[in-house]
């Protein structure tokens, strides 16, 4: 079967391969899914960059722990997978239910052991969760790890309700997922980005406010005094947007951080989270099997469609990488493997 390996790190991707490998059998336990398409995160970058160092990572490795497809054989001990399901893969194979732990989150997807850019892998039968039939496998690809990230920190930790603010940071996958999620409940979304046509896209997905960081550099005191202060902040910049996330932020807010595009180098002062009682919480391990088996009935509820910017083929895997590296995109961007 053909699958792609990371060989070697390297700054524009050309050490991920197109290689042969023998096709794999389930484990009594397992499923083996004939893999349809996958999505690419900025996690995926790092597992593959030089210059951005993802912990843990030994290579070879098959890339990517996004990925939807079908189910085409099962273990023998498996019961609740048969032949034919629609699964989307786990970024956490052993986190199927319960709070995170260390023990859950150890092996990674497309980190430290092998992802989903193949034609065929195979997974713990528990950790494979149903794709909804409203979805595509395209669309069910960006659920993983973008979409899940952004479900667990409003909705399973942040418990979002229709009277709260949310402010939003770019328009990448996470971020888009959020304000889809916000919105879906009722929730009043503030999105800002360097580009007027992202902004004017958002407001299109439901955002109540936008503004362009680029033309207002101080956007925290902005965001602050436009809604008095929002009560989440999904921030993906880390330690160069803090600052300004927690300034945006209203007395006993929740700051969910999730990324740090803006790169780990930075300070930041305390004394917001004092004196507004803040709360600012990491998110760790993305979300278990059960947490995506709540957000696919939610999504499939609402007729919520996942936003898919553009769509490569697996030939072009080398390109999806840098397109998605020049951060040009909104929403989430696919890697197809449908043969």
Same mark, same amino acid.
């Given at each position: 079967?053909?699958a792609?390996?990371v060989?070697?790190?390297? /700054?524009?991707y050309?050490?991920?391969?197109?290689?042969?490998?023998?096709?794999?059998?389930?484990?009594? !336990?397992?499923?083996?899914?004939?893999?349809?398409?996958?999505?690419?995160?900025?996690r995926?970058?790092?597992?593959?960059?030089?210059?951005?160092?993802? #912990?843990?990572?030994?290579? #070879?490795?098959?890339?990517?722990s996004?990925?939807a497809?079908?189910?085409?054989?099962?273990?023998? !001990?498996?019961?609740?997978?048969?032949?034919? !399901?629609r699964?989307?893969?786990?970024?956490? #194979?052993?986190?199927?239910?319960?709070?995170?732990?260390?023990?859950?989150?150890?092996?990674?997807?497309?980190?430290?052991?092998?992802?989903?850019?193949?034609?065929?892998?195979?997974?713990?039968?528990?950790?494979?969760?149903h794709?909804?039939?409203?979805?595509?496998?395209?669309?069910?690809?960006?659920?993983?790890c973008a979409?899940?990230?952004?479900?667990?920190?409003l909705?399973?930790?942040?418990?979002?309700?229709?009277?709260e603010?949310?402010?939003?940071?770019?328009?990448?996958?996470? /971020?888009?997922?959020?304000?889809?999620?916000?919105?879906?409940?009722? %929730?009043?979304?503030?999105?800002?980005?360097?580009?007027?046509?992202?902004?004017?896209?958002?407001?299109?997905?439901?955002?109540?406010?936008?503004?362009?960081?680029?033309?207002?550099?101080?956007?925290?005191? %902005?965001?602050?005094?436009?809604?008095?202060?929002v009560?989440?902040?999904v921030?993906?910049?880390?330690?160069?947007?803090?600052?300004?996330?927690?300034? %945006?932020?209203?007395?006993?807010?929740?700051?969910?951080?999730?990324?740090?595009?803006?790169?780990?180098?930075g300070r930041?002062?305390?004394?917001?989270?004092?004196?507004k009682?803040?709360?600012?919480?990491? /998110?760790?391990?993305?979300g /278990?099997?059960?947490?995506?088996?709540?957000?696919?009935?939610?999504?499939?509820?609402?007729?919520?469609t996942?936003?898919v910017?553009?769509?490569?083929?697996? %030939?072009?895997?080398?390109?999806?990488?840098?397109?998605?590296?020049?951060?040009n995109?909104?929403?989430?961007?696919?890697?197809?493997?449908d043969?």
């Amino acid at each position: 079967m053909k699958a792609y390996e990371v060989q070697e790190f390297s /700054s524009d991707y050309s050490g991920i391969v197109e290689v042969e490998r023998d096709r794999p059998e389930p484990a009594a !336990d397992e499923a083996l899914v004939e893999i349809r398409a996958t999505s690419l995160n900025y996690r995926d970058l790092a597992v593959a960059d030089e210059n951005l160092e993802y #912990p843990g990572v030994e290579l #070879p490795v098959v890339p990517l722990s996004d990925g939807a497809g079908e189910v085409t054989a099962v273990g023998e !001990d498996v019961q609740r997978l048969s032949k034919g !399901d629609r699964v989307v893969t786990p970024f956490a #194979p052993d986190w199927i239910d319960g709070p995170v732990a260390s023990e859950k989150i150890a092996r990674t997807t497309g980190g430290n052991v092998d992802g989903a850019l193949a034609e065929y892998v195979t997974f713990p039968a528990d950790s494979l969760a149903h794709l909804p039939d409203t979805l595509s496998y395209e669309q069910g690809a960006t659920l993983p790890c973008a979409g899940l990230t952004a479900w667990r920190e409003l909705h399973e930790e942040g418990d979002l309700t229709a009277d709260e603010t949310v402010l939003v940071l770019g328009t990448g996958g996470v /971020s888009t997922f959020a304000l889809q999620f916000a919105t879906m409940r009722g %929730a009043d979304v503030f999105v800002t980005s360097s580009s007027d046509e992202k902004l004017e896209r958002a407001r299109e997905l439901g955002a109540t406010w936008t503004l362009n960081y680029e033309e207002t550099p101080e956007w925290g005191k %902005a965001v602050r005094d436009e809604t008095g202060g929002v009560d989440h902040v999904v921030e993906v910049g880390g330690s160069g947007t803090l600052q300004k996330s927690l300034n %945006a932020t209203c007395f006993g807010g929740d700051v969910h951080l999730i990324g740090v595009l803006s790169g780990p180098e930075g300070r930041v002062d305390p004394s917001h989270i004092l004196t507004k009682g803040l709360t600012v919480t990491g /998110s760790m391990g993305v979300g /278990s099997r059960a947490m995506v088996d709540r957000m696919t009935s939610a999504i499939e509820a609402a007729g919520l469609t996942p936003v898919v910017d553009r769509t490569f083929e697996a %030939a072009d895997v080398h390109e999806a990488y840098r397109y998605v590296a020049g951060g040009n995109h909104q929403g989430k961007v696919v890697v197809s493997v449908d043969p």
